[in-house]
């Protein structure tokens, strides 16, 4: 590997572990859409093809293991890794492939986004490869990212509102992560300010302490929410790499994303449920002119 001379610059490196979107809007597209906009080098883990669009996901590929792990051994060897973002792992064997390989690289900062399930509903990996991340990523994980649903597949109860989060972020911290984001989006609409609930573990002289934060934040009006938990994951990565602490990193993210919904609210890509607006610090005019058109 060579080494960096006095001149070179270094940027956060980010490597996203997940499942490719053919439609652009979520997965490991989305994940180097948000890396790169925040100022990272983003390098990707493809661990399954999506025949996917707007209107849901049609068919579901797994990459062979062999191959999973070809591609984290390629980057990690030459490029290197400051923190590691993972998405869709369809199968308990993807996981444990997964889990080896950071283990054999020694990886020192994951953030896992459990993705189980589409927002279209379509099944992303069920109750054994939930249990495999517990059993094999859990006790690895910087940070685990659930929405409602999966906190609720993970504990094997409805997680329905922000009363029941600080207890099931205790049960899920408990798990092994060193820390547990509840994201609360998928609220029913009736919520118009939504919460989300960070619980981390810190050591103070010497003793494990637990603390939390709630972050509230309103709804944005807007059917083009697709990809907004690979977003967010990907952000949180990014801003960590980059030298933030955890709450702060959870902080920005949340704003990063409640900005692109916003700018990506009038957005027409596809009949279904459109994408955020990755690009709204470069290209702000993501509204319709007088014209109709973007």
């Known amino acids: 590997m060579k080494s960096p001379t006095p001149t070179s610059i270094q940027i956060p490196r980010v490597l996203t572990i997940a499942g490719s979107d053919s439609g652009g809007?979520?997965?490991l597209q989305a994940d180097l859409k948000v890396i790169t906009a925040?100022?990272?080098?983003?390098?990707?883990?493809?661990?399954?093809?999506t025949a996917q669009n707007t209107l849901g996901v049609s068919r579901i590929q797994d990459i062979d293991?062999?191959?999973?792990?070809?591609?984290?051994?390629?980057?990690?060897?030459?490029?290197?890794?400051?923190?590691?973002?993972?998405?869709?792992?369809?199968?308990?064997?993807?996981?444990?492939?997964?889990?080896?390989?950071?283990?054999?690289?020694?990886?020192?900062?994951?953030?896992?986004?459990?993705?189980?399930?589409?927002?279209?509903?379509?099944?992303?990996?069920?109750d054994d490869t939930a249990q495999a991340m517990i059993a094999e990523l859990f006790p690895m994980a910087s940070l685990i990212t659930p929405n409602l649903e999966e906190a609720s597949l993970l504990l094997g109860r409805d997680i329905t509102g922000p009363n029941d989060f600080k207890l099931a972020?205790?049960?899920?911290?408990?798990?092994?992560?060193?820390a547990v984001l509840i994201k609360g989006g998928h609220l029913d609409s009736s919520h118009t300010q939504l919460t989300d609930f960070l619980m981390w573990r810190t050591i103070e002289d010497g003793l494990e302490v637990v603390q939390s934060k709630e972050f509230k934040h309103y709804r944005v009006n807007t059917p083009n929410t697709h990809g907004t938990g690979c977003s967010l994951a990907s952000a949180i990565a990014t801003y960590l790499?980059?030298?933030?602490?955890?709450?702060?990193?959870?902080?920005?993210?949340?704003?990063?994303?409640?900005?692109?919904?916003?700018?990506?609210?009038f957005l027409s890509i596809g009949e279904g449920p459109g994408p955020l607006w990755h690009m709204h610090e470069f290209y702000k005019t993501a509204l319709p002119d007088e014209g109709g058109k973007y």
């Not at 925040?38 to 093809?49: D, F, N, P, R």
């Not at 369809?90 to 459990?114: M, N, W």
């Open 38 to 49: 925040l100022g990272g080098y983003g390098m990707s883990v493809i661990t399954a093809i």
């Open 241 to 265: 790499a980059d030298g933030h602490d955890l709450p702060h990193s959870v902080a920005k993210a949340i704003s990063f994303v409640e900005a692109g919904l916003e700018a990506g609210r």
């Open 65 to 126: 293991l062999d191959v999973v792990e070809a591609q984290i051994d390629a980057v990690f060897l030459d490029i290197g890794v400051d923190i590691v973002k993972i998405g869709m792992l369809a199968s308990p064997e993807i996981v444990r492939t997964v889990a080896r390989a950071l283990k054999r690289h020694g990886a020192k900062q994951i953030i896992l986004d459990p993705v189980l399930r589409a927002t279209s509903g379509a099944s992303l990996g069920g």
């Open 25 to 27: 809007g979520a997965g």
């Open 169 to 178: 972020a205790e049960e899920l911290l408990d798990m092994g992560p060193q």
